[in-house]
């Protein structure tokens, strides 16, 4: 008799056919791709030394210090996802629209009342401020007529009796006929509409959606000292919210898989949590157009909890079809994402021009999952995270130039692969590049952004042990953010 066992979510990832949360899920949640105001935005977000942007203050919280009144920033932003992929000789491009919210953020100043005193102000500061953005939509096609998905889920079975077939993969293949025990086995397994893979040549298809962000919620202290030191401090609260929904479909056109007309396999996950992290910089100022930054994040403790499920149909060419769907399944665990390190640089040329550079180092491999009710160890997905990541450098640049009350902006921003030399994304770089403009008075700002970012990763659809007969899928995801932010000074 064929049954479901609730056992666990497959996620179709990278490289890895891993159970519930994963190495995969450790570097999303671990990656950090700066939102915020339009100003910081349009020069690569390079202001670990410059200071006096609400949005410095995820980067580096001394940056509070540097202002010299109270302020009210909103940004709301655009953004559109242009994704190509490139599988078995088909391209496939999808878009994506999206608006979201790149900070809301308050300033209070406060200076001494005594020309005398060494502490020449204090800032408080107190708002939002967008981390990442996990809008997109994917599809990826092409005919394959070297294996099915069918062969995944017969390799995943192998070896295991029914009763211990996953209920949200294999378990899913077995209840809808997609495979079969041999005759006179009751561990080894087949696909029934193969004859020895010479009728291979089925259209593959995978259409992934994901939606959500991850926010930081900042209250951040600062002060400055004789103009010459600030230093500033910031405890964040992240919010995280992830929704993925993926639909694989296999159609077999002809003799292609003898009487199997289609299937496909949906997955729906969705995750939610809060995080903690504390943040302390520093921002000296030996001479006065130069400034040296410094600032330590801690990493970010994560209480998450997955909510997912799947299912799956099957139709036959005699007009069969068969259906199967698994339990909702949630999970509580947590997450401790790396510890970052930014040094910066600036400049303040003739008061009418500054540059900004800043190196941001975080070491991938050093984030770890944890149960939160202790009964899972995660020591194999701790042991991926391990293997799979290395540390990796993040280089932001960006200038600006003012006419009067008027001004220009440019930046580069460049996030190094977390990826081992060992794995197939070791070179999946992301670039940024920036641009914009603003208006400033006494009083008031509006700023405008543009932001261009291109990354180029690969992707298995299901992973077969012997690798040579399963091909990845080429992404180049080309991103694009228009922002505004308008201010007001007091």
Not at 355 to 365: A, C, K, P, R, T
Not at 445 to 473: C, G, R
Request: aromatic share 16%; net charge neutral; proline share 2%.
């Amino acid at each position: 008799m064929k049954r479901l066992i609730i056992v666990s979510i497959f996620q179709l990832i990278i490289i890895s056919s891993l159970i519930a949360q994963n190495e995969s899920d450790a570097l999303r949640y671990s990656q950090t791709v700066y939102g915020g105001t339009a100003r910081f935005t349009a020069m690569g977000g390079a202001f670990g030394a410059l200071g006096a942007d609400f949005s410095v203050l995820a980067i580096n919280p001394a940056g509070i210090a540097l202002y010299r009144s109270s302020e009210l920033s909103f940004t709301p932003s655009l953004f559109y996802n242009k994704t190509k992929t490139y599988y078995l000789d088909n391209a496939s491009e999808n878009n994506d629209y999206s608006f979201k919210i790149g900070n809301l953020g308050f300033v209070s100043t406060y200076k001494s009342d005594y020309e005398s005193n060494d502490w020449k102000s204090t800032s408080f500061g107190i708002g939002y401020i967008r981390t990442n953005c996990f809008a997109n939509e994917i599809t990826i096609e092409g005919n394959n007529s070297k294996n099915s998905m069918i062969d995944f889920f017969v390799n995943r079975a192998n070896g295991n009796k029914i009763d211990n077939l996953d209920s949200y993969m294999e378990g899913l293949a077995f209840d809808t006929w997609l495979i079969d025990t041999i005759a006179g086995s009751a561990t080894h397994y087949k696909n029934p509409y193969s004859n020895n893979g010479a009728n291979y040549g089925e259209l593959q298809r995978k259409d992934i959606s994901t939606n959500g962000s991850i926010g930081e919620y900042i209250f951040s202290l600062g002060s400055n000292y004789r103009h010459k030191l600030y230093i500033g401090a910031a405890l964040s609260i992240h919010k995280l919210n992830y929704e993925e929904v993926s639909m694989y479909t296999e159609t077999a056109p002809g003799d292609t898989l003898t009487n199997l007309s289609s299937f496909s396999y949906k997955q729906d996950i969705s995750t939610s949590g809060t995080g903690y992290s504390f943040k302390i910089g520093v921002i000296a100022r030996p001479i006065d157009w130069i400034r040296i930054g410094g600032a330590i994040h801690t990493p970010t403790f994560y209480n998450l909890e997955d909510s997912y499920s799947s299912a799956m149909k099957v139709n036959l060419e005699d007009g069969n079809m068969f259906s199967s769907s698994s339990e909702n399944y949630k999970s509580a665990y947590e997450l401790t994402t790396p510890m970052k390190a930014v040094g910066s640089v600036g400049f303040i040329i003739n008061k009418i021009a500054v540059l900004g550079i800043d190196y941001e180092f975080v070491d991938y491999s050093t984030a770890s999952l944890k149960d939160a009710k202790h009964d899972y160890p995660y020591t194999f997905e701790n042991k991926a995270v391990n293997t799979s990541y290395k540390a990796a450098s993040n280089i932001r640049a960006g200038v600006e130039y003012a006419f009067g009350t008027f001004r220009i902006r440019c930046g580069y921003a460049y996030y190094g692969s977390p990826y081992k030399s060992s794995q197939i994304n070791k070179n999946a770089n992301m670039m940024s590049f920036s641009g914009g403009f603003g208006i400033k008075n006494e009083n008031m700002f509006l700023d405008f952004a543009f932001v261009h970012s291109v990354k180029t990763e690969y992707y298995y659809l299901y992973y077969l042990q012997n690798i040579s007969d399963t091909e990845p899928s080429k992404i180049t995801s080309n991103s694009n953010q228009l922002l505004f932010t308008l201010g007001y000074k007091f």
